[in-house]
């Protein structure tokens, strides 16, 4: 665009003597790289729901020792569903023991605290009893078999 001498704008462009340069060619540029592959998962890596089968251990090992001190007919149902859980998961060595010490730490921790059964002991074993409960179906609903 450009002023006229009569003050109105003209569509035309003028060249005052001057060469226009040309518009910029696109230069070619590289393609984009192909997205990232997602990294091959590490077969040692712990599941994503690990937390929560630490959490179901200690559960085990206080249900273990509160309902043996109680006597109660399923006293020995709790270290034997810790072996099945231990070997349903195939855990390496190392979390194989990260699940035995969580199991026999809160095991420990409760002896130390009820040598006998009193009603805190039953009270804190029917709590047990319903979380532990909770997490084995919500890791199995989350998770599968």
């Known amino acids: 665009m450009s002023l006229t001498a009569a003050g109105s704008v003209s569509a035309q462009p003028t060249d005052h003597g001057r060469t226009r340069a040309a518009p910029p060619t ?21 599941p994503p729901y690990e937390p929560q089968l630490m959490r179901l251990a200690e559960l ?9 001190v109680c006597e109660d007919a399923d006293a020995g149902l709790w270290r ?7 070997e349903a998961e195939s855990p390496s060595a190392d979390r194989r023991d990260r699940l035995a010490g969580a199991f026999n730490a809160s095991f420990r921790t409760w002896a130390r605290s009820y040598r006998t059964c009193t009603p805190a002991a039953r009270t804190a074993s029917r709590m047990f009893l319903a979380e532990a409960s909770k ?5 199995k609903a989350r998770y599968g078999p």
């Open 135 to 139: 997490i084995a179906s919500d890791v």
């Open 26 to 46: 696109p230069t070619p540029t590289a393609a984009p790289p192909p997205p990232a592959q997602p990294a091959a998962p590490d077969p040692n890596a712990p």
């Open 60 to 68: 085990l090992g206080a249900l273990h020792h509160l309902r043996t």
């Open 80 to 86: 034997d569903r810790m072996a099945d859980l231990i």
